[in-house]
Nanobody
Framework: QVQLVESGGGLVQAGGSLRLSCAAS????????MGWFRQAPGKEREFVAA????????AYADSVKGRFTISRNNAKNTVYLQMNSLKPEDTAVYYC????????????????WGQGTQVTVSS
């Protein structure tokens, strides 16, 4: 079992930055591919970014490419999402997810999910 706890959300003005963190329990974190997703009110959950177990491969949704950066620190069992140049349309609950695989995963096919952290971007 892997437990995921997100933090770092909050209220920020458009153009600002936030860094989300996702702390994972378990000693096998380094073998898990990780992802970030978001869900805005009235919308389906959507893919934001993903990173392979080693951190060597990353992928991004077109809507965040060039503004968001996913990274991980396996020694700290933590994955991060640095969000710059935030826009009001980035407002959503952000979730991290984990899957025990060596490949990068951009679909919803993750085994474990966190509870989410709210990000609100004001115009």
């Amino acid at each position: 079992q892997v437990q995921l706890v997100e933090s770092g959300g909050g209220l920020v003005q458009a153009g600002g930055s936030l860094r989300l963190s996702c702390a994972a329990s378990g000693r096998t974190f380094s073998t898990y591919a990780m992802g970030w997703f978001r869900q805005a009110p009235g919308k389906e959950r959507e893919f934001v970014a993903a990173i392979s177990w080693s951190g060597g491969s990353t992928a991004y949704a077109d809507s965040v490419k060039g503004r968001f950066t996913i990274s991980r620190n396996n020694a700290k069992n933590t994955v991060y999402l640095q969000m710059n140049s935030l826009k009001p349309e980035d407002t959503a609950v952000y979730y991290c997810a984990a899957r025990n695989t060596i490949v990068i995963v951009t679909s919803m096919r993750y085994d474990y999910w966190g509870q989410g952290t709210q990000v609100t971007v004001s115009s």
